[in-house]
């Protein structure tokens, strides 16, 4: 309805009569209805100024050029649905519906979707965030790992629909079949970066033995597209998680023209997700082709090694000569020497009896019986000497023994209890030498030169509740065995 169409509110006027009057709220309406009905749908071009993030989800932003602003949101829904998201200074196209809003009187612009406008503003974008991490340290060449040569698990994230996932699978199965876990993510779109980034991280959380196996190698894959569909893989989330892995990574996105961010920081880049997998793994029947030439190569070397070794020992034992022509002499001379041993034998034996047979006929029974006699008192003698030594050994020891066990009597501390005095003693037999070490401990023992009393402090505390035991019959104190110890 106009405005100002002739009607009920016609009749309405003012201080001059003929003027109508409206409400704030009327006035709203029928400016909302005439934007949102000349301007259904637009598509603006701009340069992206102040932006803003609330945490309700929904984007604040300015579409600005040299002569005007236009104030810009999306909501939560639309927000999720974009490829690219504004930031400050990027110029784009937004499209989306012009409308106004009643509680600040302004219009602004509901945009459902922001591309760049132009890739040379795209890559602008990138090459100044990619400046800005590389100042970070976070594609410092030092920072990349080693891609192990033969890992057991591969973790793989990609789409596990696509035709990444089956290329890289039918590879690894030709070249060198491997464990493979696969986390499945979007590789395009607004869920893309924070999907890669929340798998590299945990791949890496993954504990080693675990139930679930921790990858030795992480590629991440994605087929070819244009700028805007690998924008995912030039986020800065991204860009962080791959840095911070500890485990190697082969960044595989696009072709092999294409270029992302997290290239920069993977410890390896690889031209396609196929040229991933040849990476990852050597191929086995070469490795196999290998190993058997190498094994021929040792059999060869070791036959040629041990010829080489019986050839000049063969040369070796003819400059030697024959072992006959040299045991030959000695035998011929051991041979003549035993011919002449016996004889030699028997005549040492009878020179031996004749020097022995003067000695025998003056050898009788009665001079060994004489010998034995004198050999018998002389060792009677030497016993009974011996027998003597030992009592005046035995007698001196025991002398000695009661003038120290006499000292001992002295010197002991029995002696002093007889004088007067006495041994105190704690709980666990414990010699107590002053007043303050007697403080508070019960039992205490005193002994005497005749005894020992026990004896509980007016001060000690009063001991445990226990069950009550029969009184005992008074009984002396009994005299335990002296003790070393202090006295008071």
Same mark, same amino acid.
């Given at each position: 309805?106009?405005?100002?169409?002739?009607?009920?509110?016609?009749? =309405?006027?003012? /201080?001059?009569?003929?003027?109508?009057?409206?409400?704030?709220?009327?006035? @709203? &309406? #029928? $400016?909302? %209805?005439? +934007?949102?009905?000349?301007?259904?749908?637009?598509?603006?071009?701009?340069?992206?100024?102040?932006?803003?993030?609330?945490?309700?989800?929904?984007?604040?932003?300015?579409?600005?050029?040299?002569?005007?602003?236009?104030?810009?949101?999306?909501?939560?829904?639309?927000?999720?649905?974009?490829?690219?998201?504004?930031?400050?200074?990027?110029?784009?196209?937004?499209?989306?519906?012009?409308?106004?809003?009643?509680?600040?009187?302004?219009?602004?612009?509901?945009?459902?979707?922001?591309?760049?406008?132009?890739?040379?503003?795209?890559?602008?974008?990138?090459?100044?965030?990619?400046?800005?991490?590389?100042?970070?340290?976070?594609?410092?060449?030092?920072?990349? =790992?080693?891609? /192990?040569?033969?890992?057991?698990?591969?973790?793989?994230?990609?789409?596990? @629909? &696509? #035709? $990444?996932? %089956?290329? +890289?699978?039918?590879?690894?199965?030709?070249?060198?079949?491997?464990?493979?876990?696969?986390?499945?993510?979007?590789?395009?779109?607004?869920?893309?970066?924070?999907?890669?980034?929340?798998?590299?991280?945990?791949?890496?959380?993954?504990?080693?033995?675990?139930?679930?196996?921790?990858?030795?190698?992480?590629?991440?894959?994605?087929?070819?597209?244009?700028?805007?569909?690998?924008?995912?893989?030039?986020?800065?989330?991204?860009?962080?998680?791959?840095?911070?892995?500890?485990?190697?990574?082969?960044?595989?996105?696009?072709?092999?023209?294409?270029?992302?961010?997290?290239?920069?920081?993977?410890?390896?880049?690889?031209?396609?997700?196929?040229?991933?997998?040849?990476?990852?793994?050597?191929?086995?029947?070469?490795?196999?082709?290998?190993?058997?030439?190498?094994? #021929?190569?040792?059999?060869?070397?070791?036959?040629?090694?041990?010829a080489s070794r019986a050839q000049r020992l063969a040369d070796l034992s003819r400059a030697l000569g024959r072992p006959e022509a040299i045991t030959r002499p000695r035998?011929?001379?051991?041979?003549?020497?035993?011919?002449?041993?016996?004889?030699?034998?028997?005549?040492?034996?009878?020179?031996?009896?004749?020097?022995?047979?003067?000695?025998?006929?003056?050898?009788?029974?009665?001079?060994?019986?004489?010998?034995?006699?004198?050999?018998?008192?002389?060792?009677?003698?030497l016993s009974d000497r011996l027998g003597r030594a030992e009592q005046a050994r035995l007698t001196r020891a025991q002398d000695r023994f009661a003038r120290l066990a006499?000292?001992?009597?002295?010197?002991?501390?029995?002696?002093?209890?007889?004088?007067?005095?006495?041994?105190?003693?704690?709980?666990?037999?414990?010699?107590?030498?002053?007043?303050?070490?007697?403080?508070?401990?019960?039992?205490?023992?005193?002994?005497?030169?005749?005894?020992?009393?026990?004896?509980?402090?007016a001060d000690a505390p009063p001991p445990a509740q226990a069950a009550p035991k029969p009184a005992a019959k008074p009984r002396k104190a009994a005299k335990l065995p002296?003790?070393?110890?202090?006295?008071?």
């Open positions: 309805m106009d405005i100002l169409d002739d009607g009920p509110e016609a009749s =309405k006027t003012g /201080p001059s009569g003929n003027t109508p009057e409206f409400t704030v709220s009327e006035i @709203s &309406g #029928a $400016v909302k %209805r005439v +934007i949102e009905g000349e301007f259904t749908r637009v598509r603006v071009r701009g340069e992206v100024g102040r932006v803003s993030r609330p945490g309700s989800g929904h984007l604040y932003f300015d579409l600005k050029d040299p002569n005007a602003v236009i104030a810009a949101v999306s909501w939560k829904g639309q927000v999720a649905r974009m490829q690219i998201r504004p930031e400050e200074g990027m110029e784009v196209i937004a499209t989306g519906k012009l409308t106004t809003f009643p509680g600040q009187s302004k219009y602004q612009l509901i945009v459902d979707d922001v591309e760049p406008a132009g890739a040379g503003a795209l890559m602008a974008m990138l090459e100044a965030r990619r400046k800005a991490l590389a100042a970070e340290g976070l594609f410092d060449p030092a920072r990349k =790992k080693p891609i /192990p040569w033969l890992p057991a698990v591969i973790g793989v994230i990609t789409s596990p @629909s &696509g #035709a $990444v996932i %089956r290329d +890289i699978l039918h590879r690894l199965r030709d070249r060198f079949p491997r464990r493979v876990l696969i986390w499945p993510v979007a590789v395009q779109g607004q869920a893309c970066a924070p999907e890669v980034a929340a798998a590299i991280r945990g791949f890496n959380a993954l504990v080693p033995g675990g139930k679930v196996p921790r990858p030795d190698l992480i590629i991440v894959a994605r087929g070819g597209g244009s700028l805007e569909d690998l924008w995912g893989f030039n986020e800065e989330v991204v860009v962080r998680a791959a840095a911070e892995s500890r485990i190697p990574l082969i960044s595989a996105v696009g072709h092999e023209t294409d270029t992302t961010l997290i290239d920069f920081a993977a410890d390896r880049r690889a031209p396609t997700p196929t040229a991933a997998a040849e990476m990852a793994v050597p191929v086995r029947a070469e490795l196999a082709t290998r190993l058997a030439e190498m094994q #021929a190569r040792i059999n060869r070397a070791t036959q040629t090694r041990m035998r011929q001379r051991f041979d003549l020497v035993a011919d002449r041993l016996l004889p030699a034998l028997r005549m040492v034996v009878v020179r031996k009896r004749a020097a022995f047979a003067p000695l025998e006929a003056r050898i009788s029974p009665r001079l060994l019986q004489t010998y034995l006699r004198v050999e018998r008192d002389r060792l009677a003698g006499a000292m001992l009597q002295t010197l002991g501390y029995q002696e002093t209890l007889r004088r007067g005095y006495a041994v105190v003693r704690g709980p666990a037999d414990q010699v107590l030498t002053s007043a303050a070490t007697a403080a508070g401990l019960a039992p205490l023992e005193i002994e005497f030169q005749d005894g020992r009393l026990r004896v509980i402090p002296p003790d070393q110890g202090s006295l008071f």
